[in-house]
T-cell receptor
Framework: DTAVSQTPKYLVTQMGNDKSIKCEQN?????MYWYKQDSKKFLKIMFS???????INETVPNRFSPKSPDKAHLNLHINSLELGDSAVYFC?????????????FGPGTRLTVT | KNEVEQSPQNLTAQEGEFITINCSYS?????LHWLQQHPGGGIVSLFM???GKKKHGRLIATINIQEKHSSLHITASHPRDSAVYIC????????????FGTGTLLAVQP
């Protein structure tokens, strides 16, 4: 029933490790996004895929690599985790096209790097 | 300076009060989103508007394109309205990229 789901919900790991966060949407949307929310609750776009094609790639360290195996999934892999990567990561999806559409957000993944 | 500014940053109200949260942006946009984030963390889209006014229950969102300004109003506020409210500007183009405001933390006291 869940529209946009993310796993895991919480992720605690040590510096230097590699981890992945998975996102899936069952809304039939063509576009998916990854956002980072910092400790001050400020949200910022990281990546966006439209039909498995990367369309937004903000200034993000290349330790972060998104992967979209199909248009319903957008995973985020992070290499060599650093303390500053601690944040809440949100996945979202929307329809695509020339009009503007609402974005539907996942529940978030709280990443803590120790 | 953030491209999208919100005010106030923090707001405490008594139950029943009329609440206004403001959002201003620096250049022309295609659409403006209002989002709600409850203490549990989930983000819900409340409104998306590119002109005029939209209403959903006790929530009203307005936008003035010429003045580059939007407001979110909550009538007859209730403690369950306590949340962070975030506006986000969509500057158009093919990417639907959102630029977020800094959020307004609203606490409605009974």
């Amino acid at each position: 029933d869940t529209a946009v789901s993310q796993t895991p919900k919480y992720l605690v790991t040590q510096m230097g490790n590699d981890k992945s966060i998975k996102c899936e949407q069952n809304l039939g949307h063509d576009t998916m996004y990854w956002y980072k929310q910092d400790s001050k609750k400020f949200l910022k776009i990281m990546f966006s895929y439209n039909n498995k094609e990367l369309i937004i790639n903000e200034t993000v360290p290349n330790r972060f690599s998104p992967k979209s195996p199909d248009k319903a999934h957008l995973n985020l892999h992070i290499n060599s985790l650093e303390l500053g990567d601690s944040a809440v990561y949100f996945c979202a999806s929307s329809q695509a096209g020339t009009r503007h559409y609402e974005q539907y957000f996942g529940p978030g993944t709280r990443l803590t790097v120790t | 300076k953030n491209e999208v500014e919100q005010s106030p940053q923090n707001l405490t109200a008594q139950e029943g009060e009329f609440i206004t949260i403001n959002c201003s942006y620096s250049v022309g946009i295609s659409a403006l989103h209002w989002l709600q984030q409850h203490p549990g963390g989930g983000i819900v889209s409340l409104f998306m508007l590119s002109s005029g006014k939209k209403k959903h229950g006790r929530l009203i969102a307005t936008i003035n394109i010429q003045e580059k300004h939007s407001s979110l109003h909550i009538t007859a506020s209730h403690p369950r309205d306590s949340a962070v409210y975030i506006c986000a500007a969509n500057y158009g183009g093919a990417t639907n990229k959102l630029i977020f405001g800094t959020g307004t933390l609203l606490a409605v006291q009974p």
